[in-house]
């Protein structure tokens, strides 16, 4: 398969370290025809991703990734050709802004009691005006010499079990594709093959997700073969991307290295409301 669309990319508007611009001209160099930005819970890099690819001949999708939980599960919705001026998808972008950041202050309080030397503003200028989260906290503890990498960070001191762990506010994933379709956006499912629980899979679809994420770096060979059949089978559209953040650490995927063909970007923006 050609890749033509790198359809899952992250900015500096969440925890991407690259701007909404720099991805764009990354795809660009890269050979891509269209770029998808979508950042986690927030649409504030599209604008200026938009403008930038407007200007050197790329593609631009806006999108975004929704973090949804489901029991013990954590499941990302997708959406793209949302309208982020739109209601529903602007209380929601809201609602997540403050609840992160109550978290957020919430975990570093918890390491500070713990005998860290963090403070918040520590965390906010690392997230560079974007939305702070549990890679920002990662990255100062790093900054203090407390762990070697982002990923021990998230392991030793960000995850369920340890000292700064604070629960997220829950957002259902049918709440998820509610508030894509309701602005007008065309929702799916991503990275299927990372969701714990997959059995909330067919219920998604008749919520009204359509389309499957079934490329992805996290996926096996077999695994993109088994959700591009699936996606087939079920209607869907099979969309893929890198997930690329450009985070200096060494999971980080980069922008190409995984996508699909031109025709799936022109499919999700027909079955938009746009
Ligand atoms: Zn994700
Ligand atoms: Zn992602």
New binding site residues.
């Given amino acids: 398969m050609i890749i033509e669309a790198d359809l899952?990319t992250?900015t500096t508007a969440s925890d991407g370290a690259k701007t909404p611009s720099e991805m764009v001209d990354l795809a660009f160099e890269a050979g891509l025809k269209a770029l998808g930005i979508?950042d986690?819970d927030t649409m504030a890099g599209t604008a200026e991703a938009a403008a930038r690819g407007e200007e050197i001949g790329i593609i631009v999708v806006p999108g975004i990734?929704l973090s949804t939980t489901f029991g013990k599960s954590e499941i990302?919705i997708l959406g793209y050709y949302l309208d982020p001026e739109a209601d529903a998808i602007k209380t929601h972008m809201e609602r997540c802004k403050s609840s992160r950041e109550r978290r957020a202050k919430a975990m570093v309080k918890k390491l500070s009691d713990y005998g860290i030397p963090i403070t918040y503003d520590m965390v906010e200028e690392k997230a560079g005006g974007g939305s702070v989260g549990r890679p920002h906290i990662a990255m100062v503890l790093m900054d203090l010499g407390i762990v070697d990498s982002v990923g021990s960070g998230f392991g030793k001191y960000l995850t369920e079990g340890t000292p700064g762990f604070v629960p997220k506010d829950i957002v259902t994933p049918e709440e998820g594709i509610d508030v894509i379709l309701k602005s007008g956006g065309v929702a799916g499912i991503?990275h299927p093959g990372k969701i714990k629980s997959r059995e909330i899979i067919p219920s998604l679809i008749a919520r009204g997700a359509s389309f499957i994420e079934a490329f992805h770096p996290d996926h096996s060979r077999a695994a993109r073969k088994f959700y591009a059949r699936f996606a087939e089978k079920r209607h869907l559209i099979a969309t893929g991307g890198s997930?690329a953040?450009y985070l200096s650490d060494n999971h980080t995927t980069t922008i190409a290295e995984c996508g699909c063909a031109i025709d799936v970007v022109y499919e999700l923006k027909a079955r938009s409301a746009k």
């Fill in positions: 899952h992250h979508t986690h990734e990302h991503a997930d953040h």
